[in-house]
């Protein structure tokens, strides 16, 4: 079992930027691949950044690209989204997620072990 708990969350303007973190316990993160989805309420969950066990790949939703970085730190058993530019459309529940796929992936039904998430809200 995983345990993930974010951090970070909170109110941001216009342009801003946040980091947010994820604490894993019960097991080395370095067995997983990490991922960032986010959810607003009445939609589905939206994925937002993967990052490999190694950390030598990751991938973005397209809405992101250029403006969020997912990075982890493997000894601290942490990953990070740094979030920049941020936008209204920014505004969601954010949540980790762990997975044995490797590579990470895009599609939550892969993933194995979700946090309980953290608020970030982007005012105008």
């Known amino acids: 079992q995983v345990q993930l708990v974010e951090s970070g969350g909170g109110l941001a303007q216009t342009g801003g930027s946040l980091r947010l973190s994820c604490a894993a316990s019960?097991?080395?993160?370095?067995?997983?691949?990490m991922g960032w989805f986010r959810q607003v309420p009445g939609k589905e969950r939206e994925f937002v950044a993967t990052i490999s066990v190694s950390g030598g790949s990751t991938y973005y939703a397209d809405s992101v690209k250029g403006r969020f970085t997912i990075s982890r730190d493997n000894a601290k058993n942490t990953v990070y989204l740094q979030m920049n530019s941020l936008k209204p459309e920014d505004t969601a529940v954010y949540y980790c997620a762990a997975t044995g796929r490797g590579s990470g992936t895009s599609y939550a039904y892969e993933y194995d072990y979700w946090g309980q998430g953290t608020q970030v809200t982007v005012s105008s």
């Open positions: 019960g097991r080395p993160l370095r067995a997983y691949a």
